[in-house]
């Protein structure tokens, strides 16, 4: 907003200076090209890394940043204009104008925000509750920085010997932590990788003060925290302003989807009751970002009697009908090819993954994103092991990686890695594609 209002400005400013402009450019086409350019700088400005509160990082780090990505901005609007038939700026003093006041006007709101800022964690407000894990000089010098810091407060030190590790684990039950950091250097990786387990399976973000080899390792980023050089490790890509956009597209895509696919949701409830009256739509318990339990949606693709209102386990009522082999397929796989209990529409609904269309409302409820790994019960997160911690890090989604990579034709260990693939690799190339294969599978069945 205040990038838009400064090139407004700039461009009131030449108007009303009443001299001779080189090009009649109309007030509201000028403003309306540029709030839709202004998607375009807001980008530029998140690639800087100027939408991420650091409290640590330099200021005069990030005035400088702002006026790197106020110059690449100002650079695309000139390219814009030198490419369009129709001019974009009364005259180039607008442009000088719309520079000097937006990076001016920029670093002042950037002054004003970290001056309150500051003052919040005065109140404790945002401030990172920290727990220091080490001992010696580094820890020592570590902590000594942290607490001159407004916004770090070092909530406890604890040294990394045998037996810590409950120690640990105990502060993170009782603490409200939000970083973990290894001032012990020389740690083993081994005793590195029980502390990562720690951390993500109570959400905590792990860094740790590298040693040369640790500078090398996959899946971390490299920061500056109090002039101390230390590594995070990344749990997942999809974080900051990343999941702000995929939460956005999520909610932009449901709400659209559901108003275009409202007369298919009716073609498709006639259907499902005429082939087996009863209840339209199937809910189950399901396990969501962080653990929490929720209740997933999909049209009912089972015969009525074995979809709701049944105290009997799915092994017994599949050792019905149709024995141990149907028992241990549903065991492995947790699914089947030839399922008896699933209607004649039920087939081309799962076939065509129509049945998980009033997700949606899922989605609208904050429950389940678009794109994401597959919603699992809390017998199925069992299988996942250590690696259920990461799982739990992202919502799940109405399609994946698994859904368009075979479906039924995947193994139950091979569904675990594409969903942990995608946590772990997530990027907004890799959701378009599995769009496109989406779209793949519900015209001609493939994935299945």
């Known amino acids: 907003m205040t990038l838009l209002a400064s090139w407004v ?34 980008a530029i400005f998140a690639l800087a890394g100027l939408y991420n509160f650091d409290s640590t990082r330099s200021r005069w780090l990030e005035y400088t940043r702002v006026l790197i990505a106020t110059s690449a901005t100002t650079m695309f609007l000139i390219i814009v204009d030198f490419f369009t038939t129709k001019p974009l700026f009364p005259s180039k003093a607008v442009v000088i104008y719309g520079y000097a006041i937006a990076s001016l006007s920029i670093i002042l709101m950037r002054f004003f925000l970290n001056s309150f800022q500051r003052w919040l964690f005065r109140f404790n407000i945002g401030r990172r509750q920290v727990l220091v894990l080490g001992s010696g000089a580094v820890a020592d010098e570590l902590t000594y920085s942290l607490q001159r810091n407004q916004g770090y407060r070092v909530t406890s030190t604890l040294p990394i010997v045998a037996g810590s590790n409950s120690r640990i684990e105990t502060m993170l039950e009782k603490r409200q932590i939000d970083e973990m950091i290894v001032a012990e250097p020389d740690l083993s990786i081994s005793r590195q990788a029980e502390l990562i387990r720690l951390a993500l399976a109570h959400h905590v973000a792990y860094k740790y003060i590298p040693t040369v080899a640790g500078l090398y390792q996959t899946r971390s980023q490299t920061a500056l925290l109090s002039d101390f050089p230390v590594i995070e490790v990344v749990r997942t890509p999809l974080d900051g302003w990343w999941r702000i ?14 108003i275009t696919l409202m007369p298919l949701f009716l073609v498709l409830a006639g259907l499902i009751w005429l082939n087996d009256r009863g209840s339209i739509l199937y809910k189950h318990r399901r396990v969501g970002r962080n653990g929490k339990s929720i209740e997933v949606w999909k049209f009912r693709s089972m015969y009525l009697k074995y979809s709701s209102g049944s105290n009997k386990s799915d092994e017994s009522v599949l050792r019905q009908l149709g024995g141990e082999a ?59 092991g250590e690696s259920a911690s990461t799982f739990l890090l992202i919502k799940p989604g109405i399609t994946g990686l698994w859904q368009v990579s075979g479906r039924n034709d995947v193994s139950y260990d091979e569904r675990i890695k594409l969903d942990l693939y995608y946590v772990e690799k997530w990027s907004a190339w890799l959701d378009v594609r599995i769009i496109l294969r989406t779209i793949r599978v519900v015209l001609f069945g493939k994935g299945y």
Do not use: C, H
């Open 9 to 42: 400005v700039a461009f009131l400013i030449r108007i009303e200076s009443n001299k001779p402009t080189v090009f009649l450019v109309p007030g509201r086409a000028y403003l309306a090209t540029m709030i839709a350019l202004a998607p375009i700088s807001v």
């Open 245 to 258: 956009y995929k939460t956005v597209f999520d909610y932009l895509a449901a709400l659209v989807g559901l």
């Open 326 to 384: 149907l028992v241990k397929q549903f065991q492995k796989d947790q699914k089947l090819k030839d399922d008896p209990r699933v209607t004649p529409i039920g087939r081309w609904l799962r076939r065509t993954s129509l049945d998980e269309l009033p997700q949606i409302i899922n989605v609208l409820r904050g429950e389940l994103s678009i794109i994401g790994p597959r919603p699992v019960t809390t017998g199925e997160l069992k299988r996942y």
